[in-house]
């Protein structure tokens, strides 16, 4: 089996040819990020994997774009994920879309197929992360697969993967809650504000050590952030408080606009300042 490492990104270059500038997109970009025009799997545009029809591949897949989402659509075929930021998961989770965060990491095995000597391309589809990003525009190829000329292998079924995670007790844990908001300022532009302060005001979120805190993360903005915790990985509970199986060990997740996620993490060693973030860099 194949196995690659796939990071994605994207570029844009003003019409000088250079680099565009952070400050290009204005207050537009400010709320949503800049994405750059042309798309990059391994520094590459549109690159091209050979492959035997049907054959398994292991991707390492991480998105290391300063603000695009990457939805990936192979043609509605199988993505069987069996990892991501932490590690293996639980058990495998097979999509026939996968979204991939800024930031966000995930392992999958996948086993492209079609018609021996032709290709199949794997898009970014359009994903709805606010204002800007379904507008106007229309999927993206990512990268092609072409498929040599041998005889389709047969599809195998989904791979059986399991890591033993013990699902945390929640009960105890101290909660703290995030309210993401994005109030107008007096300038007539607006500004992020993370419990009603924003990040040049903000004094640090305490945890002691060996505490089990579940964070509440409330997005009232009409964009999704994509948040990612340096230091400690985290499971996610679901509504009623339970952890979401397949248990996954995360440092980035997103959370989708007006919508609440919550996280339970051990700030278990490491004791010192960890910062939190939006992973829209740009
Ligand atoms: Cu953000």
Redesign the pocket.
């Known amino acids: 089996s194949d196995e690659l490492t796939l990071v994605l990104s994207d570029i844009g270059f003003d019409k000088k040819g250079r680099l565009e500038s952070p400050d290009s997109g204005g207050s537009a970009g400010m709320v949503f990020?800049r994405e750059g025009e042309y798309l990059l799997v391994n520094g590459k545009n549109r690159p091209v994997i050979k492959a035997r029809a049907g054959a398994p591949q292991r991707w390492r897949i991480v998105n290391a774009a300063k603000s695009r989402f990457f939805y990936l659509d192979m043609d509605g075929q199988a993505f069987h994920v069996i990892g991501g930021d932490g590690g293996l998961q639980e058990s495998t989770m097979t999509m026939d879309g996968l979204l991939v965060t800024p930031g966000e990491r995930f392992d999958v095995i996948v086993y492209p197929t079609g018609k021996p000597g032709t290709s199949l391309v794997v898009q970014a589809a359009l994903y709805n992360r606010g204002y800007g990003s379904v507008e106007y525009r229309i999927p993206e190829d990512l990268l092609t697969i072409e498929f040599s000329n041998q005889p389709p292998m047969t599809i195998a079924p989904p791979p059986k993967v399991s890591r033993s995670i013990a699902p945390p007790v929640v009960a105890g844990a101290t909660g703290v809650e995030l309210e993401l908001t994005l109030p107008p300022v007096s300038s007539g532009k607006s500004e992020?504000l993370v419990n009603g302060v924003p990040f040049w005001k903000a004094k640090p979120y305490l945890a002691k050590l060996g505490e089990r805190q579940l964070w509440t993360v409330t997005n009232k903005t009409t964009?999704d952030?994509?948040f990612h915790l340096h230091g400690f990985f985290f499971i996610r509970l679901d509504e009623h408080g339970d952890p979401i199986r397949p248990l996954a060990w995360k440092d980035t997740v997103n959370i989708p606009m007006k919508k609440t996620v919550r996280l339970l993490v051990d700030f278990d060693e490491r004791p010192g300042e960890w910062m939190f973030h939006?992973h829209?860099l740009e």
Do not use: A, K, N, R
């Open positions: 990020g992020f964009w952030h994509p939006c829209l």
